[in-house]
């Protein structure tokens, strides 16, 4: 083909997100940029129209320009955001146009009516799920967790079952600081899946979370356990509050010092809000790695 390493990895690549899926589906695909203003503005619209449109076989796929620059130069994109539509392996619409959800219907619905798209089923629409779900993810990752969770919630919209979009909406609340939100996702959770890991998860990070107080409150809890470290109530008060705050170095370290000098006080309570935390980040997190290395050198040593 002519193509070095590099370029026949992106082509691998982009056949597996994006062509792949188009052998059946209609797929939206965006080129973007993380620097890009417009991009980020377009964002949402295209990801609320592509979950609406899920069950009848539309799907979203990104391309980030800068990191797939052999692809963008294939569609010989100018600038971005570029929007196009896929189908069976071939772009069938420009959709760069369509700026406006209305706009986006509009065109999605005639290209809907000419096209042999494979819509419904429960087997099909899971991916397109998993795909917003992860999406939502790196959203809010990146700190928006305002959109994040208008993202959730359209996965919950189409799958009200689906574990994942009910954690993923809770942990956006939290993010966000709308912890009455988050609450009410909680308690109105369904049972069948209240056990599930991720949503177990989300409820560690709420119930910490609920522990929040103003800059003022941290200072004077800051202030307290400086003044008196044999306090163990104040070292813990000033913990919990920290991590809320998301001062989480400090909430472990206060955590692992209390360990340290009575691992068994009030039936191991400091040792025990640092399993919650730890659950509430998640543990394959690598902070979280670094300190239950620190926490069993003091168990074990």
Request: glycine share 4%; aromatic share 6%; proline share 3%.
């Amino acid at each position: 083909m002519g193509l070095n390493i590099d370029e026949q990895k992106a082509v691998e690549r982009f056949k597996t997100d994006v062509v792949e899926p188009s052998m059946t589906q209609l797929v939206i695909l965006d080129f973007w940029a993380e620097w890009c203003g417009p991009c980020k503005a377009l964002a949402p619209m295209l990801e609320k129209v592509a979950a609406e449109y899920a069950d009848k076989g539309v799907v979203l796929k990104k391309v980030d320009v800068d990191e797939e620059k052999f692809i963008a130069s294939q569609f010989q994109v100018q600038s971005i955001p570029t929007v196009y539509a896929m189908f069976q392996g071939q772009p069938v619409a420009d959709l760069t146009q369509a700026r406006s959800e209305s706009q986006m219907k509009e065109v999605l619905d005639q290209l809907i009516e000419k096209l042999p798209l494979q819509a419904g089923g429960a087997a099909q629409q899971q991916p397109d799920v998993e795909q917003f779900i992860t999406m939502a993810e790196q959203v809010l990752a990146e700190g928006d967790a305002e959109r994040a969770a208008g993202v959730f919630m359209q996965v919950i919209d189409m799958v009200p079952d689906n574990a994942a979009a009910h954690a993923g909406l809770i942990r956006a609340f939290v993010a966000g600081g709308k912890i009455d939100e988050a609450q009410q996702i909680a308690d109105a959770i369904d049972p069948a899946i209240k056990d599930d890991a991720a949503v177990q998860q989300a409820l560690s990070a709420l119930e910490l979370a609920g522990t929040q107080v103003d800059e003022g409150e941290l200072a004077a809890l800051r202030k307290a356990a400086n003044d008196a470290p044999e306090d163990m109530d104040a070292q813990l008060a000033f913990a919990e509050a920290a991590f809320a705050a998301h001062q989480r170095d400090e909430a472990a370290d206060t955590l692992l010092a209390m360990v340290k000098a009575d691992r068994e006080w009030n039936d191991a309570a400091a040792r025990t809000k640092l399993l919650q935390i730890f659950e509430a980040v998640g543990l394959e997190d690598e902070w979280v790695s670094a300190t239950r290395r620190r926490l069993s050198k003091i168990l074990f040593d």
